[in-house]
């Protein structure tokens, strides 16, 4: 029996979702090795498997402070683990032994965001996680990636990742199992768009705002919903509404009910997704289980995800934005095409297979074979 290591201290995070998943379908399948399961202080997680176990790792994520560099190398040293999986490039430097590395996406290399971070020390961040991201890369005996796109992406960058990387698929969640609640920023006979998520630049949900106008020639009685958690970023989308004059028309709750959610999914007109950079894209695969059909982006890896079940525009050309989402909005028989088919696109991919694939890849390289 071989020891594996998983630091799962991002789970709960809205990017935890992979680790989440690949932890919970491990504990399904996987009977021959033991592992344990680096969480925060404040995670509940228990296992269901009498071979996995839970340990408290309070080191701090993305840091570069000593303390936590050196700290959490010496705990990964004393667990003396066959095998370490971190599901991020951001891992202690001093840590030799055998490592996975999942690279979900290259977002962070060509779209940067200093937040609240002052510049000096934003760019001396940015210095570290691009040395971090290569040598995670270059020290781990395997590499997983969540599409065929940020695999072949990433061998471009760096050649000495081809021969050790294995691609395994997201999967969507099954369609919210709550009753359907209609929030209160909109009703059921207002004819709406929808996005949902963060609005980090990368996200590009200015090219919906500035589409809109375009929109709302043929549909003047078209609104835009953009739920999603409020913070620094979509304070600055507020005002760049404000300022297109689009405040009656766009709205943006924050975090919305999963209730709520529910029925936004299944009421919406189109669901949106007008990103320039995804690792794998999970937003749009949840909006199809839901029925909703979906106008994407043709940036990086959605076109390979989503397949035919999404009509597909350049989110930086603005017209074409506004020109394939008129498509939807005055098509019914195309709409109704893209939700048969968006049911069969979901259809295509599971979380039980991302483990078991992610599994061999632990098994090859316990073997040497990584």
């Avoid at 999942?102 to 965001?113: A, E, G, V």
């Avoid at 570290?128 to 065929?148: E, H, P, Q």
């Amino acid at each position: 029996m071989k020891h594996i290591v998983i630091d799962a201290r991002i789970r709960r995070a809205s990017t935890g979702r992979y680790i989440d998943r690949l932890v919970e379908h491990l504990q399904e399948i996987d009977s021959e090795n033991s592992y344990t399961v680096l969480v925060q202080p404040d995670d509940p997680w228990k296992p269901t498997n009498p071979n996995f176990s839970a340990r408290i790792c309070a080191y701090k994520q993305f840091s570069f402070n000593p303390f936590d560099q050196f700290g959490f190398a010496g705990q990964l040293y004393n667990l003396k683990a066959d095998l370490v999986h971190f599901p991020m490039n951001q891992q202690p430097v001093l840590y030799f032994k055998p490592v996975v590395t999942s690279t979900l996406d290259l977002t962070m290399l060509r779209f940067t965001r200093a937040g609240k971070t002052p510049l000096p020390i934003f760019w001396v961040k940015m210095a570290g996680y691009r040395f971090l991201f290569w040598y995670s890369n270059k020290k781990s005996k395997a590499i997983v990636t969540i599409s065929n796109y940020v695999k072949d992406n990433l061998a471009k960058h760096y050649k000495f990742t081809r021969k050790k990387t294995t691609n395994t698929y997201c999967a969507s969640e099954p369609p919210l199992s709550v009753p359907a609640k209609s929030p209160d920023c909109i009703t059921s006979s207002t004819p709406f768009l929808l996005t949902v998520g963060t609005a980090f630049p990368h996200k590009n949900l200015n090219a919906v705002v500035d589409a809109l106008p375009h929109l709302l020639v043929t549909n003047p009685e078209l609104k835009v919903v953009m739920a999603g958690k409020k913070e620094q970023y979509y304070q600055k989308l507020d005002k760049y509404i404000a300022k297109k004059g689009l405040s009656d028309k766009i709205i943006t709750p924050g975090f919305v009910s999963d209730e709520e959610l529910k029925w936004l999914y299944q009421n919406c007109s189109a669901y949106v997704f007008p990103s320039l950079s995804e690792g794998f894209g999970l937003p749009g695969l949840e909006a199809m289980a839901h029925g909703a059909p979906v106008v994407s982006s043709n940036a990086t890896c959605l076109p390979e995800v989503y397949g035919d079940a999404a009509l597909y525009f350049n989110p930086e050309n603005i017209e074409d934005v506004a020109l394939k989402i008129e498509r939807v909005l005055g098509d019914k028989v195309f709409k109704k095409e893209l939700i048969t088919k968006g049911y069969a696109q979901v259809k295509k991919y599971s979380w039980e297979t991302m483990a078991q694939q992610t599994l061999e890849v632990y098994r090859n390289v316990l073997r040497g074979k990584g």
